[in-house]
């Protein structure tokens, strides 16, 4: 066999069967599960008759529609209770294990597969949720799928797929000062476009990439389906085999070598070909904001508001004006004169450990706007008690901010967190959508640090004129 | 799944690249735990105002739209979140086709799994149907799976390409469960063989 990529290697370990003219059989490593793309997929095994092939490999949590208020109130909303409860049913009559609301292991699906060690590299990972692609990180082939792939591993462990493409996105070069992995993966969305990535598996290469801890490669890897791809992966390295090691479900002992050894071979071989290069360089990158409805959307935080009449094209300029229309933004507007009314730092981009210290630094010693209400969202329950060991929730509390329990929370508008009609957020999240935080609210898309700074000075302002 | 072959209907033209799955069914209506129900919430933001009443001016509301049943529309459709209640909504409203220059792999892979079909055309092809649609009430199309072809009322055909599984399954109606379950020999023989370091969920981990 030739030159192959880490996507090729992980492909071609897990196809059960194949025959031409038909997708490939893959099996799945591991199977991740929340309440809201699930109900109807245990539905449809009861109606077949049909059971659990491995609820051994099948692990849920409850993430999407949660309060993050005190874990000691109830969940209030009838129809968000129905779901959790579906949930709890569906798992206890099926053997499958949940780390339920009161779970000290709770949180975002996509935080806590990483967390536990479960998400570890050469493995296919598939969860009924977009940012699947979140586990790529780890040099895992993780991809989103929907109710009905769900209820087709549940009852045969099994995707069909048909291979797509591979592309190639390297980035070399050193971050600059006040950029951080958000504004990486924003920048490489802004090059590629929301529908770059079609058809296409991403492999993230390059300096910048490698010199990326984990936490900030998960960042990357979950914007990933935001150009339009299903899965993006970072080969394992050190990096890779330092974050897993004595992780709760991670092999230990033989079992730890001998996986080890395996891993060292999935790097991508020298002279592997992909279907398709990007390239990029690190320095061009600045701390971005979205102005617009998409993630593609973006300018560098000392830009201005662009001008639909510089696009010849009718359609993009139509597309423009829209997006403008509904962001109520004038054309020319400098971003820093963007007033916000809420912040939001949380969900499954940017909630981990380094995102709450990275924003903290910028917290410290000051006050939130009064103008602006400003909350916290860690991304599980494990990531919440770390930053208040490290007194994170006392700097963020102290400042004005609230500190919540884990969960998607204001990313999605599922849970009684939403902006009003007319809101506009500056939001750690991965979505800029219309209504996406909310119906009528406004989505303006940043790094962690930058929502910490728009919260005090309650409009964006450039980072690196703060020096922390 | 039905079976899809043939289908002959009026095209709703909407008009716009990038359609993600938020806006064809918003969060607040994927609380629910049924398959069903989700075509009145179809487009919800666009389709109804504040007050939930319709909104005269979106593509749905209009009288010469109103029994559509093949959506035109722009550019990498279905982007976003992998809400399968995306394809439902689309279906349950009365949808049998959806023509678009290209479409999110996650929604066309959730539309091919319940029978609705989803039809890429070149960008400037798809433009003149928007703009035919939008000039002239009543303008349709059969598409035909078998032959895998697009033809309007002037005669004008246009062929399209469709992968030959997926092909076979819509035309069939085919369980993909079903068929992957034939293959339980090879399953389990896979697992047997399975790398012991590879995780299970069982017990508190360490």
Redo the contacts between chains.
């Keep these: 066999m030739g030159a192959r990529t880490l996507v090729d290697k992980i492909w071609d370990a897990h196809v059960v069967w194949r025959r031409d003219g038909e997708p490939d059989l893959l099996y799945v490593d591991l199977h991740l599960v929340h309440e809201v793309t699930s109900p109807q997929a245990f539905e449809g095994l009861r109606l077949h008759g049909r059971r659990v092939r491995r609820p051994d490999l099948t692990f849920a949590t409850v993430d999407h529609n949660v309060p993050t208020w005190s874990r000691s109130l109830p969940v209030t909303d009838p129809v968000s209770k129905t779901q959790i409860d579906a949930l709890e049913r569906n798992c206890r009559e099926s053997g499958i294990r949940l780390e339920g609301l009161l779970s000290q292991r709770q949180g975002i699906v996509h935080i806590i597969g990483p967390e536990l060690g479960l998400t570890l590299p050469g493995l296919l990972v598939v969860c009924g949720d977009s940012h699947t692609a979140t586990h790529g990180a780890l040099g895992a082939l993780a991809f989103g799928i929907g109710t009905t792939e769900v209820e087709h591993v549940l009852a045969t462990q099994i995707l069909p797929q048909r291979r797509p493409k591979t592309m190639e996105i390297r980035v070399e070069g050193a971050l600059p000062l006040g950029t951080t992995p958000k504004d990486l993966i924003l920048g490489i969305i802004r090059r590629i476009g929301v529908g770059g990535g079609i058809g296409h598996i991403v492999e993230y290469t390059g300096s910048t990439i490698r010199g990326l801890s984990m936490d900030g490669r998960l960042t990357v890897c979950n914007m990933t389906i935001e150009g339009g791809a299903r899965a993006g992966l970072i080969s394992p390295d050190e990096t890779t085999f330092a974050y897993i090691e004595g992780r709760p479900f991670a092999p230990r002992g033989e079992e730890w070598e001998r996986a080890l050894a395996y891993w060292r071979t999935l790097p991508t071989d020298a002279g592997a070909a992909y279907d398709r290069r990007v390239e990029l360089d690190a320095s061009t990158l600045e701390p971005f904001v979205t102005w617009g409805t998409n993630p593609s959307q973006s300018e560098p935080v000392t830009g201005r508001v662009p001008d639909p009449a510089s696009h010849a094209d009718p359609q993009a300029r139509a597309a423009l004006e829209r997006a403008l229309a509904y962001m109520a933004l004038r054309p020319g507007t400098p971003i820093q004169e963007i007033a916000i009314d809420r912040v939001f730092i949380g969900s499954c981009t940017n909630s981990r450990l380094e995102d709450l210290r990275a924003a903290a630094r910028v917290v410290a010693g000051r006050k939130v706007s009064p103008k602006v209400r400003a909350m916290v969202v860690p991304g599980s329950q494990q990531v919440k008690m770390a930053a208040e060991r490290e007194g994170l929730d006392r700097i963020f509390v102290g400042a004005g901010f609230e500190w919540r329990e884990a969960g998607c929370s204001m990313c999605l508008g599922m849970n009684p967190d939403i902006l009003g009609p007319g809101e506009r957020s500056a939001s750690t999240s991965n979505r800029n959508f219309e209504g996406r935080q909310g119906p009528g609210g406004r989505t303006h898309l940043v790094s962690p640090p930058m929502a910490a700074a728009a919260a005090i000075a309650g409009h964006f302002v450039d980072i690196r004129e703060w020096r922390v | 799944m039905t079976p899809f072959k043939t289908h002959t209907g009026v095209i709703v033209p909407f008009d716009?690249?990038?359609v993600?799955t938020?806006?064809i069914t918003?969060?607040?209506f994927?609380?629910?735990?049924?398959?069903t129900g989700y075509g009145d919430v179809l487009f919800y933001?666009l389709r109804y105002g504040?007050d939930g009443t319709p909104n005269p001016e979106f593509i749905l509301n209009k009288p010469a739209y109103r029994d559509g049943t093949v959506l035109v529309t722009?550019?990498?459709f279905g982007?976003?979140?992998?809400?399968?209640?995306a394809?439902w909504a689309l279906q349950e409203y009365g949808f049998s086709v959806i023509i678009a220059p290209?479409?999110?792999?996650?929604f066309a892979?959730?539309a091919a799994?319940?029978g609705l079909l989803t039809v890429a055309l070149p960008e400037a092809r798809v433009r003149q149907m928007l703009d035919m649609a939008a000039a002239r009430e009543g303008y349709q199309v059969t598409v035909d799976l078998e032959n895998q072809t697009v033809t309007d009322a002037l005669g004008h055909r246009d062929t399209f390409e469709v992968?030959?599984?997926k092909k076979y399954c819509l035309l069939n109606g085919l369980d993909?469960?079903g068929?992957?379950?034939r293959?339980e020999t090879?399953?389990a023989r896979?697992?047997a063989a399975?790398?012991?370091?590879?995780?299970?969920?069982?017990g508190?981990?360490?």
Excluded at chain 2, 30 to 35: D, G, H, N, Q, S
Excluded at chain 2, 102 to 106: E, G, N, P, T
């Design positions: 716009r690249p990038d993600d938020d806006t918003p969060a607040q994927l609380k629910r735990i049924a398959r933001s504040p722009g550019r990498n982007c976003g979140s992998s809400r399968e209640h394809a290209s479409f999110a792999d996650i892979n959730n799994q319940i992968d030959v599984f993909a469960i068929l992957t379950l293959h090879e399953i896979f697992e399975r790398a012991s370091w590879m995780p299970r969920v069982i508190e981990g360490q």
